[in-house]
RNA sequence: GCACCUGUAGCUCAGCGGCUAGAGCGGGCGCUCGAUAGGCGCCGGGUCGGAGGUCCGAGUCCUCCCGGGUGCACCA
């Protein structure tokens, strides 16, 4: 028989249910299931009833489609926020929520319902978007949780909820009562065909052709007060556009106020003109204009302007034959840096009614909002010439009256081909137009001034996030909020049906708000405007004529006051909240929308700090989200692209998890198969080294074998202070928001300090030690700890491993059933002893002995059985020499032997002395003795063979 | 076009003015078979995106360029 197979039934080996492999695609939902029924998140809430609150606000994700990876990394890092918070000892209430309502819902709803959409009212398809949107919630709320993300997923907080919308009305009441909300004239994407206006998502590009024409505008008085050498001439400036249609809208033309011009002597052709005609270009494409104009001009004859002279134009009139009536000529030359060089003369065209840029350069002008085109895109009364022409036809007329008046500089046949927008669904040409509209006013009452000076009292993580912030508010225009659609908030205004005046008033607003309150805001389009209005509300003209407002407001205004809607009610909240977390897009987005009613309403910001991530980007460094993947696909590319469903599904969500934890999420994050895989290791890496621990406690009881800190083994004194030294570590990182720095601080803990390390070690005293020798049970009090320390560090990221772990561990008194409902745990101190600067020394040695010993082991040799000299210098020696008797031990040899030199030096050569058949140590004189540890360990009821039989 | 962020081994990250730039994982090789779909050891692998500059000394500070991302603007 042989002995050795015997022996191994004496050993204490690990014994332990926690299995090897995670199994997590089937384990998860069991765990899931258990905190379903238990109630978990009341739990943790309730295990923290007494401690100081923390809120992260959640940001609400839209209701549309399945969640991607996006979704995930932003979930997962609040939910590493929440566990985290919560075991560090603060009650963290987590209120998930979604955006409901909005275009993309109501478009999608539009494209299930087709052609019957014609025949039904605006509360009718309302009721459609309601079902979409709760329909998609539904589903992703199923789908975060399935992430192990906790909150209160049972009363999630809609934007399309009653009291919602009833906030939403009281933070618009709020802003007229302040006298920030006035109607204004904007530009917007016009469908002239269907009539309405469309948003960005809703505008299509195609190449289309295009008049192309430059135009003269003769300037007014004497050009001599420009450039002396101007005296007696005519001068002109000189634009260039695609839409001679907007010519008739034309207010303002526009230079550059650091570029060269010149004044460029020509001969028209008409040659109708007696004095010589100097017309105004930017310098660097005069040759290109004069190019496309068949014109010749010898720049010999060239008046250079440059910025000192080209200014004198400043606020100067010019004619535009076909502009606004002639009774008011009041065209002035202005200056503004968006003109660019790319193309046209360097003067540009401006029509405020009819450009973005053209409506802004207005607005800081004080230009009038000019647009004199109707729904149908035809001129009004106020283009007599051309009224009720449509625009993109009357092209041509303008064209040839201006050739006709020679004002034209180029030939009227002249076409450009370049993108231009489309309407999505006609395909038609669209108009840029501008329409009235409601606006938040940014500088009524200093809401911009005083909301930098909230941007300056939030912490951003990172840092720069508070430059970014501070420029969009710092530069932005007045918050257009009205929307010409039917999936939202009525923006709860009155027109006078007598008088035109519109009925903006606070206490109004208040009364619909109560109205939303109890009927949600689809009494708006029930309801006719007396059941909408307080009873005996008139017109200040004294008419009770009163018809209902037809836009609903921004849904960024929405989610925007969703720290009114959902944090100030409740009791455990409390405004301003403790966090935002969101991807960086959202500094335009909602943490702008927020701090700006915010400050409006409440004169603070909504938030204390404010954290942002990155996207996510594939291996290729390319977004990697649905539309992105859809997009390339369109475009003939192809990316992969796995649902996360399906990677849930094999693979389990805990990877996700730690995908999320182990990227710095400051950055865009890398998402891949591989980096999955990889993460897997780290994670078989990690359970393995736990499950070591737990195996190695099976008859540990924590309340009885504990020892005392002062009597531990040295080097498991060592091993429970550098526990402490971790935990502390971890904390602070969690702390600080840096899960990455936890992730890799507990791999590395996992595989160098305790896997390859101490565990090594420690393997003999575990093992072969007698079941309850003082030097087992000082290693299994390390174990015990380390296992507590792991379980709750690692349980904000490992949120289901972690819970396994847990119940596998001994009991201490007191212990919750659940993780989640612990704190971190804290290992005892240690006091600092020598020993702290003595390791570094011998692991030095244990380093310099491995890669001695690795030529040994070549030979076919274990290490166990190798004989170790280490030559020392001094310093070295002194330490090794005080630890001479647990060397080998330390080292796992057999036997060490010290002598002092002046380098350090290593010799290995096999024991001599033999085997112990036990504990495999070459320690014994005679080939199948005990030695004195295992024998008495196997004394007297565990004999050899005794077990066995 | 403008602004902000970012670029260290195959992957994920340390390093934040000073020894030949580190770790984990992956890879290669070997050992073990008393953590075994595991454990241990060793090894290879980086002109720190590029070019200038400041400094006794730069992955680390400055400037420019290149790549990637985000936002804005343009395209209208």
Redesign the pocket.
Known sequence: MDS??D??AT?N??KTDFP??GNLARREPEILAEWQKQGIYERVLKAHERDPVFVLHDGPPYANGHIHYGHILNKILKDLVVKSRTMEGHRVPYVPGWDCHGLPIELAVDRELGPKKAGMSKAEVRRECDAYARRFMASQREEFQRLGVFGDWERPYLTLDHSYEESVVRALATFARDGYLYRGKKPV?WCAHCRTALA?AE?E?QD?A?PSIYVRFPLEGDPAEIDPALAGARASVVIW???PW?LPTNLAVVLHPTFVYVAVPVALADGTEHLPEYLIVAKELAHRFLAACHLTSDPSGWIELPPEKSALLRGRRYQNPVGRTPKEPDFRVGFAA?V?L??GTGL?HTAPG?????Y?YGQEHGLDVYAPVDDAGCYTADVPRWQGRNVHEVNTDIVSALHASGHLLSDPKDT?T????HCWRCKQP?V?RATPQWFIALDHAGLRKRSLEEIDRTRWI?P??R??IF??IE?RVDWCLSRQRVWGVPIPCFYCDDCGATLVDAHVMEHVAEIFAESGSSAWFDRPAEALLPPGTRCQCGSQKLRKEEDIVDVWFESGVSWAAVCEGRKDHGVPVDLYLE???Q???WFHSALLTGVGTRDRAPYKAVLTH??V?D?????Y?KT?IEKARREGRTIEYLPPEEIIKKQGAELLRLWVA?????????Y?Q??L??????Y??IR??????L?NLFDFDPAKHAVAVADLQPLDRYFMGKLGRLCDRLRTAYEEY?F??V??AL??Y???D????Y??IL??RL??DAPTAATRRSAQTVLYETARSLATLMAPIFAFTAEDVWRHLPRRKGDPESVHQARFSAPPDVPAGELEEEMPVLERLR?AT??A??EF???????IDAHVWLTLPMAEHLVAVKHEEALADYL?VARVDLQVGDERRTLVRRAEAERC????KRVVARDGDLCPRCAAATTPARAPGGTTG
């Open positions: 050795k197979v022996y191994k050993l080996l690990p090897m492999a994407y960005e505008v590009y289309h295009s556009t695609t839409t907007t968006h660019t790319a193309q540009v009819h450009g973005m840029e053209d802004l450009i370049h993108s231009y927008p669209i840029f990172p720069w996030g430059n970014r420029g969009m530069h991807g960086s897009d500094h335009r987005g990155g996207f980007l291996e290729q460094g390319r977004p989200s992105e182990s990227e710095d999420y400051r950055n865009d994050v890398v891949s591989n980096i895989d990889q993460l897997g290791e780290s078989r890496k393995n080294t736990v499950r070591f621990v195996g840096e990455h720095l992730f890799r791999i590395d996992c595989a160098v305790l896997s390859a390390y565990f090594d393997k003999d093992y072969c380093e491995q890669k010993l690795e082991r070549a030979q076919k040799n274990k290490t796992v058949p036990r504990c495999w």
